[in-house]
C-alpha cells in the first residue's frame, strides 16, 4: 500500500532573533523571534509510505542521499512515523530553491515542507499549530515556516508549549522587500549550534540579551501591527547587532561579521541618509539581509552594487501565503 503527499513552503529571515536553546533535543529556544516569510525561496517535498519499503530513500535535489544525512531525515521520520501510529518507511524527494551562499538555512523551508507533505499523505490532520509543532523538531526556524508574512515562534517550555503563530500585518508584508548581500559562501568556522552553546553558556553579556528580548519582540509586533517601517527597522537593527555582541563576550570570544559586513552596514547608513530607508540584521554568518519597501529597492540596489558585484546580491519579496499542497 502507498500513500503520499506532496507540499511546498517557503524560507524565513528571522527580524527578532532566537541564539540558545533551553532544550537541545526537543529545540526548546530561551527566548521568543519573529521571521518574516520569504516569496523567491522555498522548498517542495514529495512523501511515499510504502508498505513494501525495508528503509527510508532520500532524494535531495535529484541525487540519492546516505550517510549522516539520511540516518537524520530517518530519525524525523521515526518521530512521524510514532505519532502517525504506522511503521511504513517512505521515498522522500525534495528539491530546494534557496540559495544557501546567501545565508539562508534551507533547513527552515525543508522540514516545513516535509512536515506538510507528511501530514498530507497519512491524513493527520494537524492544525497550523501542531503542524508548526512537528516541524521545530527538524529544524528550529521551520516552525515559523508554516506560515506566510510575519510569524512569531512562542518559545513554550515542552513539545507542546512551543511553536509558532501568525502576526496580523494589515497586510505590511505587501509593501515590503529584503536584499541580501552575499560576502562570503564558504562554511563558517563556528557552526550555528556550537556558538548558541557557546554563548549561552559562557558570554558575560547573555543575560542582557535576555532581559531586552521581551522589550524588542513588543516593540516589533507593534510596529507591524502599524505598518510602521522605521520603528520595525530601528529594532530589529539594535536587535541583530545585540545578538552578535553576546558572542564577543564569549569564552573564547567569537564573531561571525567581517570588514565588508560592516561595510554594507554603513552603505545602509548612507541610504537613509540619501531619503531610501532600509535597515539591516545578520544571521549567524558575515552575510548581510536588508529589510527594505519595495518602492525603493532598486536604489538601495544601485547603491550597493557602488561596492559589491551583481552576483553578490540577490533579492526577494515577502510572501504573504504559508504552506501549499501541490498534490
Not at 139 to 149: E, L, V
Not at 155 to 167: H, I, N, R
Not at 186 to 203: D, E, F, I, Q, W
Not at 238 to 265: I, W
Request: glycine share 6%; net charge negative; aromatic share 10%.
Amino acid at each position: 500500500m502507498i500513500k503520499s503527499g506532496k507540499a511546498r513552503a517557503h524560507t524565513n529571515i528571522a527580524l527578532i532573533k532566537y541564539w540558545g536553546k533551553k532544550d537541545e533535543a526537543l529545540i526548546i529556544p530561551m527566548n521568543n523571534s519573529v521571521s518574516v516569510t520569504l516569496e523567491k525561496f522555498y522548498t517542495e517535498t514529495k512523501v511515499t509510505f510504502n508498505d513494501q519499503l525495508t528503509q527510508d530513500q532520500f532524494w535531495l535535489n535529484g541525487e540519492k542521499v546516505s550517510g549522516k544525512e539520511l540516518e537524520k531525515i530517518s530519525k524525523y521520520m521515526d518521530i512521524v512515523r510514532n505519532r502517525a501510529g504506522i511503521d511504513w518507511y517512505a521515498e522522500i524527494e525534495s528539491d530546494n530553491f534557496v540559495p544557501t551562499a546567501a545565508g539562508l538555512a534551507s533547513s527552515a523551508s525543508a522540514y516545513a515542507a516535509l512536515a506538510a507533505a507528511c501530514n498530507q499523505a497519512l491524513d493527520l490532520q494537524l492544525s497550523d499549530k501542531d503542524l508548526s509543532r512537528l516541524a521545530r523538531i527538524g529544524s528550529g526556524s521551520a516552525s515559523r515556516s508554516i506560515y506566510g508574512g510575519f510569524a512569531e515562534w512562542e518559545k513554550g517550555y515542552s513539545d507542546e508549549t512551543s511553536y509558532a503563530v501568525p502576526l496580523e500585518s494589515n497586510h505590511f508584508e505587501d509593501d515590503l522587500a529584503m536584499i541580501f548581500v552575499v560576502i562570503n559562501q564558504h562554511s563558517k568556522k563556528v557552526p550555528s549550534r556550537y556558538g548558541m552553546s557557546l554563548t549561552r553558556n559562557t558570554s558575560r553579556f547573555y543575560q542582557y540579551w535576555l532581559d531586552h528580548i521581551d522589550e524588542d519582540l513588543i516593540e516589533a509586533k507593534a510596529a507591524i501591527q502599524d505598518k510602521d517601517f522605521k520603528r520595525l527597522g530601528e529594532v530589529i537593527e539594535e536587535n541583530g547587532l545585540r545578538m552578535h555582541a553576546t558572542n564577543l563576550g564569549s569564552t573564547p570570544p567569537f564573531t561571525y561579521l567581517v570588514q565588508e559586513s560592516y561595510d554594507v552596514m554603513a552603505l545602509v547608513h548612507e541610504c537613509r541618509e540619501a531619503g531610501y530607508p532600509c535597515y539591516f540584521t545578520m544571521d549567524a554568518g558575515p552575510n548581510v539581509k536588508i529589510l527594505v519597501e519595495k518602492k525603493n529597492k532598486q536604489q538601495i540596489i544601485d547603491k550597493l552594487l557602488t561596492q559589491f558585484d551583481n552576483n553578490q546580491i540577490i533579492d526577494s519579496d515577502i510572501i504573504a501565503t504559508g504552506i501549499e499542497i501541490i498534490e
